[in-house]
């Protein structure tokens, strides 16, 4: 059984109205409730403070409930874990075989850098049998720069040199154009129902892409002013993600595209937009650097269990390559 995590709705007196304004505080999660003061949230949600302090109790209380799941259960779900390989196999051993299921895997880099290019690889791989290295899957692609390209799917089908009609392929990917963040934010809603549609047709959702997931908070939210909002509602937006891969047993994979700035003197010029909270919700994140001769470059960072370590690999027409 999965247990995603809490809403804020799930809350016994929390209706639409009062979740919102919580958020836009900064509670963005039951757990929040459960930390926070009565005289805080009272405040906040415009209500009594006696009803604060029962809101807090039912929040600790679910909390309790739910923090604790057995070490099989846990278990369990680990069990169901599947590895989608980029069949570049230098780049899966980095990965300790492929992308994770039920885990979100970023993928940061300079414009060109090839991060759309390894999402179209996805797309295609997921559907691929499980001893092929897919997941027997489909896709859902948000595209918010318009840069999903169905002649590209074609390309890296006949690239994989297997008799296979790109046509099913491209069946089985669903895409959606985002045009706003908040847009972009509700179709990670109705993919919830597209997915558990999928799940009965037998080509379950494996694959969530949001390429890029940045992109228009970037702009979007470009003042000083803006940025602690900004990091809330990517925030929440990656929470909602999360909730939807664990589901589905399904992999993240989101992009993000880093500026590298000469500027820049103190700390990391090609620090992701987003900061610490992309970093922070992303179990994998990987950062693609062109190099010599067309080669590119990927280097894990802050894996959980895995070492850092660089792979590299070609994008070519019939798609990712060996170097
Ligand atoms: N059909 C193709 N054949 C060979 N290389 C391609 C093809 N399409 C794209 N590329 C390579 O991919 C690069 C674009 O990478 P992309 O993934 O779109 O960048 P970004 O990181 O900005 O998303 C191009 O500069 C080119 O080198
Ligand atoms: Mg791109």
Do not use: W
Not at 125 to 137: F, H, I, P, S, T
Not at 295 to 311: F, M
Request: glycine share 10%; proline share 4%; net charge negative.
């Amino acid at each position: 059984m999965t247990q995603g995590p809490l809403e804020l709705e799930d809350l016994p007196g929390v209706g639409p109205t009062t979740a919102e304004k919580l958020r836009e505080a900064g509670f963005l999660s039951v757990e929040n409730i459960a930390t926070a003061t009565s005289a805080d949230l009272a405040e906040t949600a415009e209500i009594g403070e006696s009803t604060a302090k029962k809101m807090i109790r039912a929040a600790r209380e679910m909390v309790d409930l739910a923090g604790f799941r057995t070490g099989k259960d846990v278990f369990e779900q680990r069990k169901e874990i599947r590895k989608l390989r980029t069949l570049v196999p230098e780049l899966d051993g980095l990965l300790g075989g492929g992308l994770e299921t039920q885990a979100i895997t970023e993928l940061y880099g300079e414009f060109g850098s090839g991060k759309s290019q390894i999402v179209h690889q996805m797309a295609v791989n997921v559907q691929l049998d499980e001893d092929a290295g897919g997941l027997n899957g489909s896709a859902i692609y948000i595209d918010t720069e318009n840069t999903f390209r169905p002649e590209r799917i074609e390309q890296m089908v006949h690239g994989l040199g297997i008799d296979a009609d790109p046509a099913d392929f491209l069946e089985n990917i669903h895409v959606a154009r985002a045009h706003t963040s908040d847009h972009q934010m509700l179709l990670v809603d109705s993919a919830k129902g597209r997915a558990a549609e999928m799940k009965e047709s037998g080509r379950p959702v494996r694959l969530f892409i949001i390429d890029s997931l940045t992109s228009h908070f970037r702009s979007e939210y470009a003042g000083r002013g803006t940025l602690a909002t900004r990091q809330q509602k990517l925030n929440r937006h990656l929470h909602e993600l999360f909730k939807l891969i664990d589901e589905n047993n399904a992999v993240g994979l989101v992009t993000n595209q880093v500026m590298s700035n000469p500027a820049v003197f103190f700390g990391d010029p090609t620090k992701p937009i987003g900061g610490n909270i992309v970093g922070h919700t992303a179990t994998f994140r990987i950062y693609l650097r062109k190099s010599k001769g067309g080669k590119r470059i990927a280097r894990l960072v802050d894996s959980p269990n895995l070492p850092e370590g660089e792979a590299t690999f070609m994008v070519e027409e019939a798609g990712l390559k060996p170097c």
